[in-house]
């Protein structure tokens, strides 16, 4: 039936069936019996089994229930191809309700009354307006992390997946942005103009500090760890735009954490040693530097805020910077530190920073 | 069994090409076929589960994102591996920089929590054999792991290793008789013990 019986060590250790007994145990019937007949065999078999056995080493034990939810995980990871596009009718729920709603008035109104015509084009432009035309969003979809510079010079760090709107200029009396996914905010310091950050359900409201959000759309909770400054957390009505709901309220200060349910609405705080949440540089990073050379000041930045700082070696290489900068945005940061070597800089696009300075001789 | 492994990987090219065409449950099932053989080998680079974990997300939306792309990949399996390989070395290098591992170790050290332990039946024989594997550099490790576990070709062991075939063909020679060596050893030990405990 075969030459099995000639077998040796190697030609154990390259036979397809026999691995397939040895590590999977198939056909065990047929080995057990084969093992008997041939007793000649029975070292060669044993050694070839055990070197194959020692190649593969131990196994994780990895049941199929884990398999299937890592499985689920990633698919449900896959970033929705249609808010990619967001075309207009699937942009917002309320939006589509607020649609239906015209067009069911338009044609009441067209069959009541022809002339009415000119009325609703007013109508649907005075609608327009009114629905944030000018809202801009930001979605990281390749970076490990992403700079975004807000209309009032606030820095957000996104990382890989989040997104991030807010309208391209700030009403007066407060900024307002919406986050999905996981980001570290920098808000410039202005106590006339609350920062707010909707995301998942729960506001965050601020005057001018440092934080982190994770508000992941497959998590039940949203995190939110402070840096720097005071941080007020609260839930939100509906998820949208509505004002802070009377009810819970929490203040946060530097190196508190509060986990939010959108579910349950509830919140819990913690004190953290490090204010640590999403494992960014910027989280840890306390922008103290002494002495140190300009070069890797912005080496540090660019790693810090994903940016690219442009700048003549040359000419900075005498430069060194001491200074203790906190939580202000990049823009602040630079302005600060070219202040102290006499410099100018320029930004290109969101994530180039060009450095222009005449040396520190 | 050559002719049900033949149609299965017919049916998985074929799943991968409408996987390339943006079919989702295709890419959900080869996921699952794929997950735990990459995790497995995954534990072969680090003790840190998470870590693979990470990695093996990483590298399916990877491929997702990418998908139009990979249609010319007609070997599935190594094509993974290989990947995983890439991204696991790479993170692991980056972490090291961190927490302060000598660089080498994790090209030339497996760490002892890692996977390379034998089990079971002669309790001595293992131990042996598992000095013996704990011995042998880890890319013969590697390498005898993917030919005999993973049943890889010498072509495709080249291919996620990154190297020539003559060094696979190399480090699997000698893999295999460091092994037999040991397992000798350990077998002439083992008599010398019976014949003594005789008398």
């Known amino acids: 039936m075969n030459n099995y019986s000639h077998f040796q060590v190697k030609d154990w250790l390259d036979d397809a069936a026999f691995q397939r007994w040895v590590y999977h145990g198939e056909q065990d019937g047929f080995w057990i019996e084969f093992v008997q007949n041939n007793p000649g065999q029975l070292s060669n078999i044993e050694q070839a089994r055990e070197i194959l056995l020692a190649v593969r080493g131990e196994l994780d034990a990895l049941p199929d229930s884990e398999v299937k939810l890592r499985v689920s995980e990633i698919l449900n990871a896959i970033p929705d191809e249609k808010l990619r596009a967001l075309p207009w009718w699937k942009s917002n729920w309320l939006k589509m309700a607020a649609m239906l709603l015209l067009a069911s008035g338009i044609v009441t109104a067209l069959f009541r009354e022809k002339e009415s015509l000119h009325s609703l084009q007013t109508f649907v432009a005075g609608l327009r307006d009114a629905d944030n035309a000018d809202q801009l969003e930001v979605y990281n979809e390749t970076h490990a992390i992403q700079l975004v510079n807000l209309p009032d010079g606030s820095s957000v760090i996104l990382k890989k997946h989040a997104r991030i709107s807010y309208p391209a200029a700030f009403a007066a009396d407060r900024r307002q942005v919406t986050l999905r996914g996981e980001a570290f905010f920098e808000v410039v310091k202005n106590p006339d103009q609350p920062f707010f950050v909707y995301a998942g359900s729960m506001v965050t409201k601020v005057k001018g500090t440092s934080f982190s959000i994770k508000a992941n759309d497959e998590d039940d909770n949203v995190e939110l760890v402070v840096k720097t400054g005071l941080v007020e957390v609260s839930a939100s009505k509906d998820g949208g735009k509505s004002e802070i709901s009377a009810g819970k309220k929490l203040i946060l200060k530097p190196n508190e954490q509060v986990t939010f349910n959108r579910k349950s609405q509830n919140m819990v705080t913690k004190t953290v040693q490090k204010p640590i949440l999403l494992n960014l540089p910027a989280e840890s990073q306390n922008f103290e530097f002494r002495r140190t050379p300009l070069a890797e000041v912005f080496a540090e930045l660019e790693k810090i805020y994903g940016i690219r700082i442009q700048f003549d070696a040359k000419t900075i290489a005498h430069c060194t910077l001491t200074a203790k900068l906190g939580d202000e945005p990049v823009h602040e940061k630079l302005d600060l530190i070219c202040a102290v070597v006499n410099a100018r800089y320029e930004t290109h696009g969101s994530s180039t920073v060009v450095v222009a300075s005449e040396g520190c001789e | 069994?050559?002719?049900?492994?033949?149609?299965?990987?017919?049916?998985?090219?074929?799943?991968?090409?409408?996987?390339?065409?943006?079919?989702?449950?295709?890419?959900?099932?080869?996921?699952?076929?794929?997950?735990?053989?990459?995790?497995?080998?995954?534990?072969?680079?680090?003790?840190?589960?998470?870590?693979?974990?990470?990695?093996?997300?990483?590298?399916?939306?990877?491929?997702?994102?990418?998908?139009?792309?990979?249609?010319?990949?007609?070997?599935?399996?190594?094509?993974?591996?290989?990947?995983?390989?890439?991204?696991?070395?790479?993170?692991?290098?980056?972490?090291?920089?961190?927490?302060?591992?000598?660089?080498?170790?994790?090209?030339?050290?497996?760490?002892?929590?890692?996977?390379?332990?034998?089990?079971?039946?002669?309790?001595?024989?293992?131990?042996?054999?598992?000095?013996?594997?704990?011995?042998?550099?880890?890319?013969?490790?590697?390498?005898?792991?993917?030919?005999?576990?993973?049943?890889?070709?010498?072509?495709?062991?080249?291919t996620v290793m990154g190297l020539q075939r003559q060094a696979v063909a190399n480090y699997l020679q000698y893999g295999i008789q460091k092994l037999r060596e040991y397992w000798q050893h350990a077998a002439i030990f083992l008599a010398l013990c019976s014949e003594i405990s005789r008398y």
């Not at chain 2, 959900?28 to 990470?54: C, M, Q, S, W």
């Not at chain 2, 980056?94 to 000598?102: L, T, Y």
């Not at chain 2, 332990?117 to 993917?146: G, M």
């Open chain 2, 1 to 158: 069994m050559k002719n049900s492994e033949r149609s299965s990987e017919t049916y998985l090219i074929t799943r991968w090409q409408q996987f390339c065409a943006g079919d989702k449950s295709a890419f959900g099932e080869l996921t699952e076929l794929n997950y735990a053989v990459l995790y497995h080998y995954g534990t072969r680079f680090t003790p840190d589960r998470d870590l693979i974990k990470d990695c093996l997300q990483d590298l399916f939306l990877e491929i997702w994102e990418k998908r139009e792309t990979l249609s010319y990949i007609a070997a599935i399996k190594p094509y993974l591996f290989q990947s995983l390989r890439n991204n696991l070395i790479r993170r692991i290098r980056r972490q090291s920089v961190f927490s302060d591992i000598r660089d080498d170790d994790v090209e030339d050290d497996i760490s002892p929590e890692s996977d390379w332990i034998v089990q079971e039946t002669d309790q001595l024989t293992s131990h042996r054999l598992k000095q013996a594997i704990d011995a042998l550099p880890k890319r013969q490790k590697e390498a005898l792991y993917l030919k005999y576990y993973e049943n890889l070709s010498y072509e495709e062991i080249a």
